[in-house]
């Protein structure tokens, strides 16, 4: 078992370009999420997908995110326009989907934005 | 919104036995207490949740006051491997994504 598995590790991109952000959760797990974390605002919750529907993205900033899972095996996290704000450590989590279940962790990619 | 209290760093040496103390006055029936914790450059790790019944696992005890306004997670003989970002969490049953606060930061001593 892999554990979840985050790509890039590092990403570095210019101001307004795109960034794609990929999460493979672990083999069988039914619910992934996304956090982002911050020195400042530490670790904050994005959005998370049950069965590659979502569920719930209350913490996805209204514009220029988007989150997608279009098989069981990944999900992506894009940033459009990138700003120097959206800097952060992009955690992916994966679950078995039931209910009061743990969070598998992956090892983030750290996202830089000049 | 995080809605539990810690301190923001404690220190011990190691071998000791270390407490951290987690505070959440307005939990609710139906919320479980968890407890990650963080190194860095790595994602959250589990250590353990409950409900209203102390727990034990090869991390850690988690002692659970009988109000439940509080708890304690216990590391017996800390090593310099347990230095960490510790984080409380509460999380309603039923529901999935956690909010997490600030943490303790744990530093070991050699």
């Known amino acids: 078992n892999a554990g979840v598995i985050q790509t890039p590790r590092h990403k570095v991109t210019g101001k307004g370009q795109e960034a794609t952000l990929w999460c493979e959760p672990i083999?069988?797990?039914?619910?992934v999420f996304w956090y982002r974390q911050t020195i400042v605002q530490g670790l904050e919750f994005l959005t998370y997908f049950r069965n590659q529907a979502p569920i719930d993205d209350s913490g996805m900033p209204k514009e220029r995110f988007s989150a997608q899972m279009p098989n069981q095996s990944h999900s992506t996290l894009k940033i459009q326009s990138t700003q120097p704000q959206d800097s952060a450590v992009y955690l992916c989590?994966?679950?078995?989907?039931?209910?009061?279940?743990?969070?598998?962790f992956g090892p983030g990619t750290r996202l830089t934005v000049l | 919104d995080a809605k539990t209290t810690q301190p923001d760093s404690m220190e011990s040496t190691e071998g000791e036995t270390v407490h951290l103390p987690c505070s959440h006055a307005t939990i609710s029936g139906n919320e479980y207490i968890y407890w990650y914790r963080q190194v860095p450059l790595q994602g959250p790790e589990y250590v353990t949740h409950?409900?209203?019944q102390n727990t034990t696992n090869s991390m850690a005890f988690l002692a659970i006051a009988s109000d439940r306004k509080s708890s304690t997670l216990i590391l017996p003989h800390v090593s310099l491997r347990d230095a960490a970002v510790y984080h409380c969490?509460?999380?309603?049953?039923?529901?999935?994504?956690?909010?997490f606060g600030k943490g303790t930061s744990l530093t070991v001593i050699p």
């Open positions: 969490i509460l999380r309603v049953a039923g529901y999935q994504n956690f909010y």
């Open positions: 409950g409900l209203q």
């Open positions: 083999s069988g797990h039914s619910a």
């Open positions: 989590a994966s679950s078995p989907g039931l209910g009061g279940a743990e969070q598998f």
